[in-house]
């Protein structure tokens, strides 16, 4: 299984209605694309102090590397990865992707 970590830093003026909307759009994927298990989203809750910035994220798990690499070029993730990018302190510089096998 691939868990896909995303953490981000959006900017000051996107409401909080905004961030709900991008959550949603990422969320219905879970279901329609193959292999996509599960998807989790919110702040950063960490007591650490040690985020430098990425204040919001989400973690999604899917089924393979097969499965993963057809998520990423999915049309409906590349529109609801362009709406989160879109909303990101210095676009694609506003985030932080890591995949780990697990």
Do not use: W
């Not at 209605?17 to 702040?43: H, T």
């Amino acid at each position: 299984m691939i868990r896909h970590c995303v953490f981000f830093k959006f900017r000051s003026d996107v409401t909080q209605s905004e961030r709900d909307g991008i959550y949603a759009q990422l969320g219905a994927l879970v279901g329609p694309i193959d292999g996509l298990l599960s998807a989790k989203f919110g702040p950063n809750v960490s007591p650490e102090g040690l985020a430098k910035g990425f204040n919001d994220g989400f973690i999604m798990d899917l089924r393979d590397a097969t499965a993963r690499d057809a998520y990423l070029v999915d049309p409906a993730h590349q529109a609801a990865g362009g709406r989160l990018v879109a909303a990101l302190e210095g676009g694609t510089d506003g985030l932080i992707v890591f995949d780990l096998e697990v």
